[in-house]
Nanobody, 119 residues
Framework: QVQVVESGGGLAQTGGSLRLSCVAS????????MGWYRQTPGHPREWLAE???????NYADSVKGRFTLSADSAKNTIYLQMNNLKPEDTAVYYC?????????????WGQGTQVTVSS
């Protein structure tokens, strides 16, 4: 069972920055991907960025150019550097780790970390 733990959320001002961290542990088969999502009340979870096993990183258009995903693959850790924050970035941010075994992808989620951007 993979455990996923996010950290680094908090309060920022408009135009400010925050850095989130996510550590995945307990993988028996290695991770195929790790990524970041966010969610606000009453809305579906929104995909933000993902790093796949090959090292390729993809971003949603909504955060491209402002958010940067980096990784320490040896430690199954990813980061999300968030710059030029806007009030609409306020959300709970979740990390997802994907393990492949038995012919299927198995996603594991963290508990989320709150990011609040004040105007």
């Amino acid at each position: 069972q993979v455990q996923v733990v996010e950290s680094g959320g908090g309060l920022a001002q408009t135009g400010g920055s925050l850095r989130l961290s996510c550590v995945a542990s307990g993988s028996a088969f290695g991770l195929n991907a790790m990524g970041w999502y966010r969610q606000t009340p009453g809305h579906p979870r929104e995909w933000l960025a993902e790093r796949i096993k090959s090292g390729v990183i993809n971003y949603a258009d909504s955060v491209k150019g402002r958010f940067t995903l980096s990784a320490d693959s040896a430690k199954n850790t990813i980061y999300l550097q968030m710059n030029n924050l806007k009030p609409e970035d306020t959300a709970v941010y979740y990390c997802k780790a994907v393990e492949f075994f038995g012919g299927n992808n198995h996603p594991y989620w963290g508990q989320g970390t709150q990011v609040t951007v004040s105007s």
